[in-house]
């Protein structure tokens, strides 16, 4: 299926707010799974757009994270799949007890994927003790307890925070975009002293703030996607993730002030893609972290290398697209 | 919605040996380039290197071979460029002539331009000005006022432009004048190749805050060129400028003219821990800064017209190079002396910053193009 059916498709369910069911029987969740193990054999450019629409489309399924689990677990998943970024615990006996905070997803999960102590484990669902709602993330997130639950390890050799992170980019910039589209939309629609607000160029700049950023978050996306296929992706998935928080709290501030108090209710959709963003943020590493890892990547490598790094790691990535 | 249709960017076979032949040519000049020549560099002229550049092939790199170019793709130019701007190269003198005149002349000019001005530019010989500005036409650049009258086969031109950087050291300038009397705004403009020599050409030096003599107020006292100065056609002075623009701020200059000091941070981040969260914070921009300017070069490559995602890149670029000495200057505690390479391209860099958000179209003007993108207005 051409890139161009596959995500005509996906945004055409996901402006319908499916079910589970709706989205399964299109086989999107295995859409990194290849196909001689049963699944989509779709590329990382793909489910760049598919994550992105799920974004764009404020999707309450924890679908970018199976989609994601699929590619980890290389065969068909089983249900829906939440990833915890946040996993502290013990293994003893086989036995799995321990947190996992914030987990987007959790309580609607039939399985977790989490990383411990460099080990990928996956936990069934309902082996958790106790669920937690999160207060931003409200239905859709969870913190969740286990106690001596059993778990599958699974052989993976990547880094659950570096993927996850670059999975979280593809969903803010998709909802970065959805936000934008309805604060354009509302600007151009609202009427205030005889005008659109549209007209006014107070509100004209910070809407183009607001793409700005927003034309950032996808263009780093794309490229931290282009690079997984290298292999090695932790450079770009800190540039990208990075980059996309900066845009968080910028683009959020433009979106909820354009829409004034229509935009603070819960009826009104901004809130299903600014709570998102807010709680994307925080999920597979904040600025402090990624900006951490690049600063102390950067400071060994020394600012005369830091050109040709970089340069030499876009030119392979891109020898590989395609 | 999508707000950046981001384009995947194919190297082509040979860019890594042409990173390494720009780069050797690089090394052989560095060592004479100081701290302060470094940053802002392709505002700094030296003919010498210009003329290097040119023998190498480096000039007119995508301009046909029957001007002396040398037929490479887009790409292959934008990997010399932001080799040249990574190295602080001193690229100024022939900057504006490769980028945007030379390009103009050859999508516009007749023989007679092509033939004079695009062998002289490839060879690193003939330098260029921009004649868009004016005492009272500035983001408004509708508003000019200089004329061209004609007289004969000749035009005569009168009149005033200002803030003309290097007009004092080109051989040329690309101008916008009204050549229908009466007319109004976008309506009756054209432009005119005008040699920076011809009778009646004064040029005055406009010191910047920073001691820099780098632009200038340029007049015009009935300063007489043959007709076939005029570039393109007679009263599409309007279309060809916005034509002008998109090239002229779609390159990667508008979002590495602080590399320099950036690059010196790093270094200071193995000894300063604090410095690494600011360290990462502008790795994350430039990055993605690149990416986008990219994108921007693959649409130029297709023979699109990336106007819009041009603006979005300059705009954001050029904020990213702001900021940068400020924010470094807030995370060190170093004294402003000229006694290290840091604190001498600081010191400089903060004076020259707040122009970057001003040449080649300010801020408000190109967030005003990006919400007219948008749909609003």
């Known amino acids: 299926m051409s890139d161009h059916l596959l995500l005509d498709m996906a945004d055409k369910l996901f402006a319908e707010a499916p079910d589970w069911s709706a989205v399964s029987d299109l086989g999107l969740p295995d859409l990194l799974v290849p196909e001689s193990a049963g699944g989509f054999g779709g590329t990382w450019q793909d489910a760049h757009g598919v994550m992105r629409l799920t974004g764009f489309h404020a999707l309450a399924l924890p679908l970018a994270e199976t989609i994601l689990a699929g590619a980890i677990l290389q ?7 939440a990833l915890a970024d946040n996993c502290s615990g013990a293994i003893s006996g086989e036995k799995f007890s321990g947190r996992l905070e914030a987990v987007a997803g959790g309580h609607q999960a039939d399985q977790i994927l989490a990383q411990l102590n460099g080990k990928i484990i996956l936990l069934d669902g309902k082996d958790i003790t106790s669920s937690e ?5 409200g239905e859709e997130g969870a913190s969740l307890e286990f106690t001596a639950a059993p778990f599958e390890e699974i052989a993976w050799n990547g880094d659950l925070m570096q993927i996850g992170a670059i999975m979280r980019t593809a969903q803010m ?7 934008l589209q309805l604060s354009v939309g509302y600007a151009n629609d609202r009427e205030q002293f005889g005008r659109k607000l549209g007209k006014f160029q107070a509100v004209q700049q910070e809407l183009a703030v607001f793409a700005l950023e927003a034309a950032a978050a996808n263009c780093a996306s794309i490229a931290a996607f282009r690079s997984v296929a290298e292999g090695d992706y932790g450079f770009e998935a800190a540039n990208a993730k990075l980059r996309c928080n900066m845009a968080a709290a910028k683009a959020t501030r433009i979106a909820h002030q354009v829409h004034g108090a229509i935009g603070f209710t819960k009826e009104y959709d901004l809130q299903h893609f600014t709570r998102r963003i807010w709680g994307w943020r925080s999920s597979f590493g904040s600025e402090a972290h990624w900006a951490e890892y690049l600063g102390d990547l950067l400071a060994q490598m020394g600012g005369d290398n830091l050109w040709s790094y970089m340069i030499a790691r876009d030119q392979a990535a891109s020898s590989l697209t395609d | 919605m999508q707000s950046f249709v981001s384009e995947t960017v194919r190297y082509p076979a040979e860019a890594d040996r042409l990173r390494a032949d720009i780069r050797a040519l690089i090394a052989r000049f560095s060592d004479q380039w100081t701290p302060r020549e470094r940053v802002n560099c392709w505002t700094n002229f030296n003919p010498e290197f210009s003329r290097a550049l040119g023998e190498a092939g480096f000039i007119g790199m995508i301009w046909p071979k029957q001007y ?8 292959e130019r934008y990997i010399v460029q932001e080799e040249l701007l990574a190295a602080g190269a001193p690229i100024g003198a022939h900057w504006i002539a490769d980028r945007q005149s030379g390009t103009l002349i050859l999508r516009y000019g007749n023989d007679e331009l092509r033939n004079h001005w695009l062998p002289r530019i490839v060879r690193g010989e003939a330098f260029a000005c921009i004649g868009l500005s004016e005492p009272n036409a500035g983001s408004d650049l509708a508003s000019v006022r200089t004329s061209a009258r004609r007289d004969g086969d000749d035009w005569v031109i009168n009149g005033q432009k200002i803030w003309t950087t290097g007009a004092h050291m080109a051989h040329f300038m690309i101008a916008l004048v009204r050549t229908e009397a009466g007319s109004e705004r976008q309506q009756g403009l054209s432009q005119f190749v005008i040699p920076m020599d011809a009778e009646g050409i004064t040029t005055r030096p406009i010191t910047d805050l920073s001691d820099g003599k780098d632009f200038n107020e340029v007049f015009f006292d009935n300063v007489r060129v043959p007709a076939h100065a005029l570039l393109g056609t007679e009263g599409n002075g309007w279309e060809q400028v916005t034509a002008e623009l998109a090239i002229e701020r779609s390159g990667p200059e508008r979002y590495l003219s602080s590399y320099p000091l950036y690059a010196a941070l790093i270094d200071e981040a193995r000894a300063i821990p604090g410095l690494k969260q600011l360290v990462g914070q502008l790795t994350a921009q430039l990055w993605t800064l690149r990416q986008m300017s990219l994108s921007v070069i693959v649409k130029l490559g297709r023979g699109e ?19 940068i000495p400020a924010l470094v200057q807030g995370a060190m505690d170093t004294p402003l002396s000229n006694s290290r390479p840091l604190a001498e391209m600081l010191s400089y860099l903060l004076q020259l910053a707040p122009s970057f958000s001003l040449r080649g179209g300010t801020r408000e003007v190109l967030r005003g193009i990006i919400a007219r993108g948008l749909g609003l207005r």
């Open chain 1, 173 to 179: 910039a998709g909802a970065f975009d959805g936000a």
């Open chain 2, 68 to 75: 002396g170019g040398h037929e490479r793709p887009v790409l």
């Open chain 1, 133 to 137: 709602k999160n207060i931003l993330l």
């Open chain 1, 75 to 81: 065969r068909p998943t089983k249900g829906r799949i």
């Open chain 2, 305 to 323: 017209d990336p106007g819009l995602e041009a603006a979005m890149v300059k705009d954001l670029g050029n904020s990213f190079e702001q900021d």
